[in-house]
């Protein structure tokens, strides 16, 4: 396949100028095309955009100022580079061209070889610009079916999920009791298909969120108090854990008391298993201007430097001491749930020193 050669437009009122630039781009392979005055230009634009602009000042109908302006202010057409060929040399003249969007500029009279080598730099940055929006955009696509099928296969699973359920709950209340061995075996099952709906609720209000689809229902409550909550909803599994509510309150903010519960729950439980038996977890409950700070912390193993940035992305795992943090969607629930707040997350972390996952939420409606 034919590659084009790259299409530029000269835009000047000089007929000599226009001549002389257009002469010199067609020998070194440019297909030119020409516009004598601002207005002209822009025509020339919408109706087949250049890969390139070369663009005079001084014109009589719109001067280059304004031209570029238009261009850069049309979402079509703004992305085209311009270079700007004047006689005006002051540096308020430069600064005024780049502050309406000029890519470059190029003083009269000039040297064709610099303004080829200028040329040629401008049209490799945009090809690499376009050629990275394609990605991206096949990234994006990518992503949204990929997201469209987990959706899809997570709803389906939620009813076969059901029935497991209530099967392995009606063996478990059988009288008389089963044998031991078999009722083990039973609570073990339905255990982990508890797990798994909830991973499967996980994953769907994960893309309620992201997608701004889920339900926030803000009412004013007590963080400290919320906590409370969340701590003793998890003390039965903290297995030998200390679970320590460092604040007494009330520290009123405006939430979600259903979505905060879950976001401290999964806070809690991931540092519950980061931490040794015998260890402490501990939840701080602080003002701070016009937000509450909620931080979790834990004595664990901490999280090295290079995954702090990447640890509440969606299926990202940290690894540590053999065990996995979290099962890649809890932080990401955590994370979307409170910037759904306008609050923010985050943490804090030293290898040796144990791990702080904090949050904050508007104290005000």
């Keep these: 396949m034919t590659i084009p050669p790259p299409n530029i437009l000269v835009v000047d009122d000089t007929l000599a100028n226009l001549q002389l630039l257009v ?33 005079d000042i001084n014109m009589p109908d719109m001067d280059g100022y304004q031209v570029c302006e238009a261009l850069k202010s049309d979402e079509k057409l703004k992305e085209i580079p311009v270079i700007f060929l004047s006689a005006l040399n002051e540096t308020s003249d430069k600064v005024k061209a780049f502050r309406a969007g000029g890519a470059d ?25 376009l050629e990275l929006k394609e990605n991206n955009d096949r990234l994006r696509e990518l992503e949204r079916l990929r997201d469209n099928l987990t959706h899809m296969i997570v709803h ?54 992201e997608a701004g689809q889920m339900p926030v229902n803000r009412t ?31 520290f009123p903010a405006v939430f979600d008391a259903e ?5 401290l729950v999964n806070l809690v439980t991931n540092a519950v298993k980061f931490t040794h038996a015998g260890g402490e977890v501990k939840i701080s409950v602080t003002r701070e201007a016009s937000a509450v700070r909620v931080a979790v912390a834990d004595d664990g193993a901490g999280i090295p430097p290079e995954h702090h940035g990447k640890i509440f992305d969606k299926f990202s795992q940290v690894e540590g001491e ?44």
Aim: with cysteine; glycine share 10%.
């Design 23 to 55: 002469g010199m781009l067609k020998e070194r392979g440019y297909k030119p095309r020409v516009a004598s005055g601002g207005e002209l230009a822009l025509q020339a634009v919408r109706s087949e955009p250049p890969d390139l602009i070369l663009l």
């Design 156 to 209: 389906d699973m939620r009813t076969p999920l059901t029935v497991i359920l209530g099967a392995i709950g009606l063996m478990l209340s059988e009288n008389p009791p089963q044998k031991e061995g078999a009722v083990k075996t039973q609570r073990l099952a339905h255990n982990s298909a508890l797990k798994l709906k909830e991973m499967t609720t996980q994953l769907l209000d994960i893309s309620r969120l």
């Design 322 to 365: 053999n065990k996995k943090l979290g099962a890649g969607l809890g932080l990401t629930f955590c994370k979307l749930a409170v910037e759904a707040h306008g609050g923010r997350i985050g943490v804090e972390s030293e290898v040796g020193k144990g791990s702080t996952f904090w949050f904050t939420l508007p104290s005000e409606k």
């Design 259 to 263: 979505l905060i519960h879950r976001v």
């Design 220 to 250: 004013e409550g007590d963080l400290v108090q919320a906590a409370r909550i969340a701590l003793d909803f998890v003390s039965p599994a903290a297995a030998g854990r200390n679970l320590l509510l460092t604040s007494t309150g009330p």
């Design 105 to 129: 500029y190029i003083t009269k009279p000039f040297q064709f070889e610099e303004v080829d080598a200028r040329v040629r730099t401008h049209l490799e940055l945009r090809r690499q610009r």
